[in-house]
């Protein structure tokens, strides 16, 4: 097998026995879709849905300095995170640039867990393994040692207290516990990036089939479907949440990104990054760079990454994500547009598609939020 071959997931054999659509991610083959991208994407919004999110990078950061290294080599306060707790934060090179967004589990006083995007994983690595030196810590590669399963939507909790005895009502947004679902030992989250509730399980990769086929028949009569990567994409784009490569990237800091509020100057200690972000904060609060805005299509042409966004005949931003919205049921898009175009309302925004501006309606991220 060459190198080049990519990886296989646990839930590989089982994608293709239901008719997966699988497709090359981040040099991992991944089900994009088992049937209809619009009735999985549906489902996740009004039922459930399950996806294999095995390609997901876990990192494994242990001993007594644990805390202090990774306070020193990402943005975050990650001393602060309890037990059973998790922070959304990124790592950033000296530049300021993102390396990636990251979620990080603290597992035990002295142990915890960053989860990276796949096409990020090695470098994310790499810069925790660099960043190590002087701490009394050890950066393990655990990327072999967890398949990821999740389950997302209204029905979600449902389907997964019918399989566990975790005290899933006390576990609460972006925290952990770990429990046995189905008889499989498990990390259960409550985390997703889907913009319902929901659930991400962290367990062995060969107890990945088994765990799948019970959530699957425990599902069966609320509705809940296998999902691929495509309708991941859209719920995230209906939610606001940003996608490394997209809008994350070296060339952008958290401020530029509008998510200046994951970096904690305050703690203690230096981080990789602090002069560089200090001053990408002032720039922020001085003048604005472009923004990340919502763009709803006034048509049905539907905009695309790195299209150009236009008004006056004049180039102010450009897409970032784009997609049809099952929900909105119009086209919509992500996109970074000059300070002045980016209020809510503003008139005169188009997307130029081939040539053609298409008007586009600029409103507040997100598109979607979740009745509570």
């Excluded at 060339?251 to 703690?267: C, H, I, N, Q, S």
């Excluded at 931003?317 to 784009?322: A, D, I, L, P, Y």
Aim: charged share 25%.
């Amino acid at each position: 097998m060459s190198s080049n071959a990519p990886r296989l997931t646990a839930l590989d054999a089982l994608h293709r026995s239901l008719g997966a659509t699988m497709t090359d991610f981040a040099g991992w083959d991944m089900p994009l879709r088992y049937g209809s991208e619009r009735d999985e994407h549906l489902a996740v919004r009004t039922k459930a849905g399950l996806f294999d999110l095995s390609h997901m990078g876990e990192i494994t950061v242990t001993g007594p300095e644990a805390a202090a290294l990774l306070n020193h080599a990402l943005v975050g306060n990650i001393a602060s995170v309890g037990v059973g707790r998790a922070r959304y934060t990124m790592i950033c090179r000296a530049d300021g640039g993102i390396l990636d967004d990251l979620i990080v589990y603290r597992l035990q006083e002295h142990e915890y867990m960053v989860v990276a995007n796949a096409s990020n994983a090695q470098v994310v690595l790499d810069a925790l393994v660099e960043r190590a030196a002087g701490f009394d810590a050890e950066v393990r590669d655990d990327r072999d040692a967890y398949a990821l399963i999740a389950v997302q939507g209204p029905e979600s909790p449902g389907v997964l207290k019918s399989l566990t005895d975790a005290d899933l009502d006390g576990l609460k947004y972006y925290a952990g516990l770990p429990g046995t679902v189905a008889g499989v030992p498990a990390l259960i989250a409550r985390t997703g990036y889907t913009g319902e509730d929901g659930f991400e399980l962290f367990v062995k990769p060969e107890h990945a089939v088994e765990l799948w086929q019970a959530l699957t028949k425990a599902g069966e009569g609320v509705g809940l479907v296998p999902c691929g990567l495509s309708c991941r994409d859209t719920l995230r784009l209906e939610a606001g949440m940003p996608l490394y490569g997209h809008e994350l990237t070296t060339e952008l800091t958290p401020f530029d990104a509008g998510l200046g509020r994951v970096v904690k100057f305050e703690k203690e200690g230096d981080f990789v990054g602090r002069t560089a972000l200090e001053a990408a904060a002032e720039r922020a609060a001085s003048e604005p760079p472009r923004v990340l805005v919502g763009l709803i299509a006034e048509g049905r042409r539907v905009p695309r990454a790195g299209y150009q966004v236009v008004a006056d005949g004049q180039v102010i931003g450009e897409v970032t994500s784009g997609a049809p919205s099952p929900t909105l049921d119009k086209p919509i898009a992500m996109a970074y547009v000059d300070a002045a175009h980016a209020a809510p309302g503003t008139a005169g925004v188009g997307v130029d598609i081939r040539g053609s501006h298409e008007p586009y309606e600029v409103v507040a991220l997100p598109f979607y939020k979740r009745r509570k």
